[in-house]
């Protein structure tokens, strides 16, 4: 039981954090030379305690890791992630924050 309150408090933690690495990717998309090693480094530290990176572009659309707030119409075949709008995240298996993703078929 208190290893279960224990991962509910750290995943409150990182989730109050998860604006702040919405801040550094922005800054890393205009930085990336200056912003790149500390976003990597707060990412390896967040990693090593329970903290993943969805990595879902070009794979296929899973309406429970992302919300897909754009679609590009195509062929008609599977619905994939065409872009992250917006990073989503797990924590220690658990979906802590859906991808914004727009889609394509």
Request: hydrophobic letters at 40%; glycine letters at 8%.
């Amino acid at each position: 039981q208190v290893t279960d309150e224990v991962d509910r408090a750290t995943g409150r933690l990182a989730e109050a954090l998860l604006p702040v690495l919405d801040a550094a990717e922005a800054a890393y998309l205009r930085h990336p030379d200056e912003v790149g090693p500390l976003l990597n480094s707060m990412l390896t530290e967040l990693k090593k305690h329970g903290l993943e990176a969805l990595d879902l572009e070009g794979q296929a659309f899973d309406p429970n890791l992302a919300e897909a707030v754009a679609h590009d119409s195509g062929d008609g075949g599977e619905v994939l992630v065409a872009e992250v709008l917006r990073s989503g995240y797990r924590w220690k298996g658990r979906t802590l924050r859906a991808a914004m993703v727009r889609t394509r078929d």
